[in-house]
């Protein structure tokens, strides 16, 4: 994608110094364009954890780098297989809840298990990397073709009105290395003419939507109106709402699609108002481990201070503001379950299938062996 007109994606190796990882940092979108230079593992599992990337697809690559970051910077007088997992639990402790964090790990470790030496394990690390990081750029644009399937279908019915769309969080290029999730349907069909406009959830309490998605739409001069999180269930009573997209953080292979806090209500509102509701979801978002997402996917609970505090630009700076009484508690659960029965399909880069395990091993019938040694149907 293109910021002012420029390509970039969200994480890159800094040009002539293959020791240097860079990254947006997004904690000042969309104010800033700020770059951030990712030296160690250390510094990568803090940009993880502090949300400078976000966005399941981008932390499973981010945190294929951090793989890379390690071996480069192992300690040669230390046992290279103890090192490196010390380091690695730093980066599952980073966030719990994306599987392709854990994913992206296990890719890293199979690929360089085979390897003799230190120098030939950074270097598969570090090609193993790159080649994640562009299959997801492939992935992100099939999704996307497949999506805009859907949105030309209303097109069609809507004859010459726009498809209005509604997005919760940001599952956008910023979230991934570039297309994005679910926006990646909706630049595919605004690229092609069709008629579209964004109704953008704002996303309390890190405002993704407001600050991200609404950013990265003004950017590629998508039509698109923020709006604050309550209002969704309005506009569906209303018929201004045509499809609902979202991505996910962890997708069961049963169909239960774990995303941002929020995400189950307006599965809710759209089940209620017979508007289709969509997951975006590449292939791996899928915990195939996973039957039941309620009992087994980790919820991840962030500090309070997100709720409590706000951060907007004021006076030439970013500042931060305190919302409630100061003595007043606050929790802050990151993310929710939206159940299978809620959620019309997935998206995946295969194609769109319902969501249940038999449709999802349908488009992916070599995980259903797996599934079985497990003694899973």
Not at 65 to 93: C, F, M, T, W
Not at 120 to 139: H, N, S, Y
Request: aromatic share 6%; hydrophobic share 40%; with cysteine.
């Amino acid at each position: 994608m293109k910021i002012n007109k420029v390509p970039y994606r969200t994480i890159w190796v800094k040009p002539g110094d293959p020791a240097t990882i860079q990254v947006i940092d997004q904690r000042h979108l969309p104010h800033q364009l700020v770059i951030e230079n990712l030296a160690d593992l250390d510094q990568t599992a803090r940009a993880i954890r502090e949300m400078h990337v976000r966005g399941a697809p981008l932390i499973g690559v981010a945190a294929a780098y951090g793989v890379y970051l390690a071996l480069r910077n192992a300690p040669k007088d230390s046992a290279l297989d103890h090192y490196l997992r010390n380091e690695i639990q730093k980066l599952r402790e980073s966030r719990p809840t994306a599987i392709n964090l854990e994913w992206a790990i296990q890719t890293q470790l199979k690929a360089i298990e085979s390897a003799g030496s230190i120098e030939q394990k950074i270097k598969i690390a570090f090609e193993t990397a790159g080649r994640l990081a562009d299959e997801d750029v492939k992935t992100c644009e099939k999704i996307g073709e497949h999506g805009l399937t859907l949105i030309e279908r209303i097109a069609g019915q809507k004859k010459n009105e726009p498809v209005n769309i509604l997005t919760h969080c940001n599952a956008g290029w910023l979230a991934c290395v570039d297309w994005g999730t679910a926006t990646a349907s909706i630049y595919k069909a605004f690229d092609k003419g069709i008629q579209i406009h964004v109704w953008v959830d704002e996303t309390r309490p890190r405002n993704q939507g407001a600050s991200l998605t609404a950013w990265e739409l003004l950017q590629h001069g998508v039509p698109h109106t923020v709006i604050a999180d309550n209002t969704g269930g309005h506009l569906m009573q209303r018929g201004l709402v045509d499809l609902v997209l979202v991505g996910t953080d962890r997708t069961a292979v049963t169909g239960d699609v774990t995303n941002k806090i929020g995400t189950y209500l307006k599965a809710l509102a759209a089940k209620d108002n017979q508007i289709p509701f969509y997951a975006a979801v590449p292939s791996t978002s899928i915990d195939w481990n996973v039957q039941n997402a309620f009992r087994d996917i980790p919820i991840e609970e962030r500090n309070p201070d997100e709720v409590r505090y706000a951060e907007g630009w004021c006076e030439g700076e970013i500042k931060k503001v305190l919302l409630l009484p100061k003595d007043s508690p606050a929790k802050n659960y990151a993310f929710d379950v939206t159940p299978a029965k809620l959620v019309s399909g997935l998206i995946t880069e295969r194609g769109i299938c319902q969501a249940n395990q038999e449709s999802i091993l349908a488009l992916f019938p070599e995980k259903r062996a797996n599934l079985l040694a497990m003694g899973k149907k």
